[in-house]
């Protein structure tokens, strides 16, 4: 009895561990190491009381975020014609080959109102060596009575 428990042990953890690389993207290949966004300020400023509130989303889990950008100085002002980037913490492992099917979801609470217009550029890096940057078309955030709004983004879907 006790050899089957450990043969059915054994095959449920070699299982699950199948299961995470596949269902999570984590393990299979190349993964990410980094995510930088960069956002290019065209028409419309981002006030330095705005939050950015940025993730990227994985089978419904945040794979990686960024928080920032609200303390209230100068550097937290991002005028028009100006290109800020920031990097995005990466909370689980993510495949390469997954990346496609991740959603970029762009978001900025205001402290009160605020129309932000910009051109987002994600540039990710892989641990094979290899780099990508996807564009999204000219994004507005329009965060009124501090309410948080975001944009979603296929990230396979990018220009």
Same mark, same amino acid.
Request: charged fraction near 20%; glycine fraction near 10%; charge should be negative.
């Given at each position: 009895m006790r050899f089957r428990c450990t043969i059915f042990t054994l095959v449920? %953890? +070699?299982m699950s561990v199948l299961?995470? $690389?596949t $269902?999570?993207?984590s393990a299979q290949g190349p993964t990410v190491t980094k995510f %930088? +966004? %960069?956002f290019r300020t065209t028409s419309d400023d981002k006030d330095y009381d705005t939050q950015v509130q940025d993730r990227i989303i994985f089978n419904n889990v945040d794979t990686a975020s960024l928080y920032c950008c609200s303390g209230g100085s100068?550097?937290?002002y991002w005028s028009d014609g100006s290109a800020v980037s920031r990097d995005i913490s990466i909370l689980h492992a993510i495949d390469k080959a997954a990346v496609p099917n991740c959603t970029l979801v762009l978001g900025s609470r205001?402290? $009160?109102d605020d129309k932000w217009v910009f051109v987002p550029t994600l540039h990710i890096q892989y641990s094979d060596g290899t780099s990508e940057d996807?564009?999204?078309g000219g994004t507005t955030l329009n965060s009124r009575g501090g309410e948080a709004v975001v944009r979603r983004y296929r990230i396979g879907d990018s220009h």
């Amino acid at each position: 009895m006790r050899f089957r428990c450990t043969i059915f042990t054994l095959v449920v %953890t +070699i299982m699950s561990v199948l299961a995470l $690389g596949t $269902g999570n993207g984590s393990a299979q290949g190349p993964t990410v190491t980094k995510f %930088t +966004i %960069t956002f290019r300020t065209t028409s419309d400023d981002k006030d330095y009381d705005t939050q950015v509130q940025d993730r990227i989303i994985f089978n419904n889990v945040d794979t990686a975020s960024l928080y920032c950008c609200s303390g209230g100085s100068s550097s937290d002002y991002w005028s028009d014609g100006s290109a800020v980037s920031r990097d995005i913490s990466i909370l689980h492992a993510i495949d390469k080959a997954a990346v496609p099917n991740c959603t970029l979801v762009l978001g900025s609470r205001a402290y $009160g109102d605020d129309k932000w217009v910009f051109v987002p550029t994600l540039h990710i890096q892989y641990s094979d060596g290899t780099s990508e940057d996807r564009t999204y078309g000219g994004t507005t955030l329009n965060s009124r009575g501090g309410e948080a709004v975001v944009r979603r983004y296929r990230i396979g879907d990018s220009h």
